[in-house]
């Protein structure tokens, strides 16, 4: 079965920092771009970052830029993306997704092919 699956998500106090990462099964990332989406309670869904299937590219919403960084592994078919100087409004489901093709593009999320089930982070004190 062809699947994305999150981990990493939890409790962290503002100011603190969190790793996710997102890992396929059934099937290899190198040909992927993979993007990080999330939903707060009450909203809508927001694309936060991307990179490219090379790792050449990488983009971010303006709301975390200089605070989260986002990277692959290949070799390992992982995806992370480190999260610093969390606020109390990241705190949101994070999904991680997956399109096939170098591109990557944090706000097209009907273009994506695989889409994970989430991780949970919350920001709070």
Do not use: H
């Amino acid at each position: 079965q062809l699947q994305l699956v999150e981990s990493g998500g939890g409790l962290v106090q503002p100011g603190g920092s969190l790793r996710l990462s997102c890992t396929a099964y059934g099937f290899s990332l190198n040909s992927y771009a993979v993007a990080w989406f999330r939903q707060a309670p009450g909203k809508g869904r927001e694309g936060v970052s991307c990179v490219s299937a090379s790792g050449g590219t990488t983009r971010y919403v303006d709301a975390v830029k200089g605070r989260f960084t986002i990277s692959r592994d290949n070799a390992k078919n992982l995806i992370y993306l480190q999260m610093n100087s969390l606020r109390p409004e990241d705190t949101a489901v994070y999904y991680c997704a997956a399109d096939y093709g170098e591109y990557c593009d944090p706000s097209d999320y009907y273009g994506m092919d695989y889409f994970g089930t989430g991780t949970l982070v919350t920001v709070s004190s």
